[in-house]
Structures are given as C-alpha cells and as structure tokens.
Nanobody, 121 residues
Framework: QVELVESGGGLVQAGGSLRLSCAAS????????GGWFRQAPGKEREFVGL???????DYADSVKGRFTISRDNAKNTVYLQMNSLKPEDTAVYFC???????????????WGQGTQVTISS
C-alpha cells in the first residue's frame, strides 16, 4: 500500500517561491501518475498538475509557466516547484497517486494529508 506525505508548505510573499515534496512509501509509486491539487477555503479541490511515470507533465492554465512538477523515482518523491507565487495560490496543496493521466481528482485513489501554502500580498 502506497502512502503519501507532503512537506514544504509555508508562508511567503507574493513573487516568491516554494518547493513542495511528496514522499511515497512503497515501490509501486514509481508506476503511478503523480498529481497535485489544491483547495482554498470555501472552494472545490482543483487540479494543479500531474506527472506520468515517465516524466511527462501537464498543468492547469492558472499555473502554467510558473509551476514545475518533477519526480525522482529512485527517491519515490514527486516535487512541485512554485515560482512567481500570487495571493490566489493560497490553498492547502495535496499530492495524489493514480493509474490514469487525468485532471479529475475523483480518479486518484491515494492522497496525502495536505500542506498549507499561504501567499501574502
């Protein structure tokens, strides 16, 4: 059974950067699609980006060009590098694992606990 633990969240000023990590237990994680989602207070969980087992990535339009997803299968870790952060990026960020290349959070069956990201203006 794969378990996911996010880290790296925090408080930064607008224009700053953060790197989130999602560490997975279990060898099978390298065969999964790694997804990142976020949820702001009062809003639904939204897709941020995903990365295939082979390293191909897809991003939401709202973060494209600012966020980069990568993975290190040797370390069983997926990363979310966030640059040029904006106040509207404030949310709890979740990593997830699934079997399909999909933007729908319902299709991911393994989730981390989430990490808070707060961007001050």
């Amino acid at each position: 059974q794969v378990e996911l633990v996010e880290s790296g969240g925090g408080l930064v000023q607008a224009g700053g950067s953060l790197r989130l990590s999602c560490a997975a237990s279990g060898r099978m994680f390298r065969t999964y699609v790694g997804g990142w989602f976020r949820q702001a207070p009062g809003k639904e969980r939204e897709f941020v980006g995903l990365i295939s087992w082979g390293g191909s990535a897809d991003y939401a339009d709202s973060v494209k060009g600012r966020f980069t997803i990568s993975r290190d299968n040797a370390k069983n870790t997926v990363y979310l590098q966030m640059n040029s952060l904006k106040p509207e990026d404030t949310a709890v960020y979740f990593c997830a694992a699934g079997n399909r290349l999909t933007r729908y959070h319902e299709d991911y069956h393994i989730w981390g606990q989430g990490t808070q990201v707060t961007i001050s203006s």
